[in-house]
């Protein structure tokens, strides 16, 4: 018995302390295991669940909207005339440096 225990403590010496092995967990996704059965049926489960979450979602009032498209606008309004700007300013620097111009 002696002899066993010698021979196990020098073979656990020569290959260094034992680690366990790290398993992965399996990753949640929040999805539920897509349920078999016909298209139809999976199609109909489906437009359900969409059904259910746009319920939960919480729409703009008209004002709301009203006051986002106009500053969407306004903001569209005032990058275009930025980028026509950057445009106008490049455009006379590269017919300075070319001295080729282009309507």
């Given at each position: 018995m002696a002899k066993q225990a010698a021979k196990a403590a020098k073979k656990s010496a020569r290959?260094?302390?034992r680690v366990p092995?790290?398993?992965k967990k399996?990753?949640?996704t929040?999805?539920?295991a897509e349920p078999k059965?016909?298209?139809y049926t999976r199609l109909l489960g489906?437009?359900?669940y969409v059904r259910s979450e746009l319920?939960?979602?919480i729409w703009p009032k008209r004002d709301e909207m009203i006051q986002s498209t106009i500053i969407v606008i306004i903001t569209l309004f005032v990058l275009s005339l930025y980028i026509m700007g950057l445009d106008a300013v490049f455009a006379g620097l590269i017919n300075l440096i070319t001295g080729v111009n282009r309507g």
């Amino acid at each position: 018995m002696a002899k066993q225990a010698a021979k196990a403590a020098k073979k656990s010496a020569r290959s260094g302390p034992r680690v366990p092995m790290l398993q992965k967990k399996p990753v949640d996704t929040g999805r539920k295991a897509e349920p078999k059965g016909p298209i139809y049926t999976r199609l109909l489960g489906y437009l359900k669940y969409v059904r259910s979450e746009l319920r939960k979602v919480i729409w703009p009032k008209r004002d709301e909207m009203i006051q986002s498209t106009i500053i969407v606008i306004i903001t569209l309004f005032v990058l275009s005339l930025y980028i026509m700007g950057l445009d106008a300013v490049f455009a006379g620097l590269i017919n300075l440096i070319t001295g080729v111009n282009r309507g």
